[in-house]
């Protein structure tokens, strides 16, 4: 989902922020992608119910670990070197599941908030599109 196309840099833009009003700004970009998942989710499911679940996902998978990588990074994103391997450094976790990934995430980087937004407004998009959209269960 997040991996295609430009939505990495989307992505990335947002681990690397420092702030909420940069988070915000950089999940804004997210919204459309997400948007057109949910619409292509909609319209597969031809009306019938879903149970959408809202994952955290894996950050450090976004973040390149090979230095040479990280090196390349900055000149696609504008952003040091040194502020990409700290967060890496931050991010990295023996357990996710058991970690700050677990459930914490997605609230504090308003990842929840993102998908639900997202999610609502693709379901709007489809249900006006087309009937016998009977609805979603929202987990």
Known sequence: ???EGNRIDAMRE???TDNVDDRKKAL????PYQKGD??????ALKGYPATIRFLDPPLHEFLPHEEEAQADLPKNMGVPVEKIKQRVKE???FNPMLGFRGCRLGIILLLRKLSRRA??????H???????VRGARWR
């Open 1 to 3: 989902m997040f991996f």
């Open 14 to 16: 947002m681990i690397l």
């Open 126 to 132: 489809r249900w006006s599109r087309a009937s016998g």
């Open 28 to 31: 804004a970009k997210l919204l």
């Open 38 to 43: 949910f619409v292509g989710i909609f319209k």
């Open 119 to 124: 999610g609502s407004r693709g379901f709007c």
């Open 91 to 93: 991010l990295h976790e």
